[in-house]
Structures are given as structure tokens and as C-alpha cells.
């Protein structure tokens, strides 16, 4: 409620936030134990969503390539998750239609941020 609203077809971000959501959990639970967390924040820009894990992390050769679609983390043992490759370039796809950008930060074996940014409504 404190947040300056944001316009967005809500099912689509809904899709988004859940399935960095699962992808946290499941690299969390590789390391057995850990922690993920959601928060938003008004920047000056817009709204910022922060999904984080203290999950087994993205080696930093394979950041660059986790959002193209089919692609899936090669090395470490977010390797044995499996899946189709689709569900981060969905995701970076459906953020950028609401003229929002996806990031990602991330260290082996220290977890990963994803930060999905939206601007304020006009």
C-alpha cells in the first residue's frame, strides 16, 4: 500500500515473481538449507521487486546466459535441476512488455538476487 502504483497486467508479473520464486526454492534446496526472500521498493525510476536465496548461486561465466531461451546452468549443481530452459527468458520477455528490465546477481555458493524493475505509472 505505501508503494506509488505501478501498471501491469497482473497475471503476467504474478508468473514471473512465481517462477523466480520456485527457481529460488529449488536452488536453496540443493545446499539442504538457506533462506529465500521477496521485497519491493520505490526507487526513483520505479518499483523494484527482489526475489534472493541463499541457494548454491550461478557461476559468473553463465550469467550472461541464463535468459536465453533453452539455455540451462551448465555447471554446479543447479545443473541437475533440469527444466526446459524457458522459464527465465519468459520471464526477462514479459518484464521487458511492461518497459521493465530482469537482472540477476549471483555467486557460487552464496545464492542469487533477481531484480525485476517496472516504472511508475505516468
Not at 545464492?111 to 524493475?117: M, Y
Amino acid at each position: 500500500e505505501r508503494l506509488p502504483p505501478v501498471e501491469i497486467r497482473e497475471d503476467e508479473i504474478h508468473k514471473v515473481v512465481v517462477n523466480l520464486l520456485d527457481n529460488a526454492i529449488k536452488c536453496t534446496g540443493l545446499r539442504g538449507f538457506g533462506q529465500v526472500k521477496v521485497e519491493a521498493e520505490a526507487r526513483r525510476a520505479g518499483l523494484e521487486i527482489h526475489v534472493s536465496d541463499t541457494g548454491v548461486g550461478i557461476a559468473a561465466h553463465e550469467l550472461g546466459k541464463i535468459f536465453e531461451r533453452f539455455y540451462r546452468v551448465q555447471d554446479g549443481p543447479a545443473a541437475e535441476l533440469g527444466g526446459t530452459g524457458l522459464g527465465l527468458a519468459v520471464s526477462r520477455q514479459i518484464v521487458e512488455e511492461h518497459h521493465g528490465q530482469l537482472e540477476v546477481r549471483s555467486e557460487v555458493g552464496q545464492g542469487s538476487t533477481f531484480t525485476i524493475r517496472l516504472p511508475f505509472k505516468r
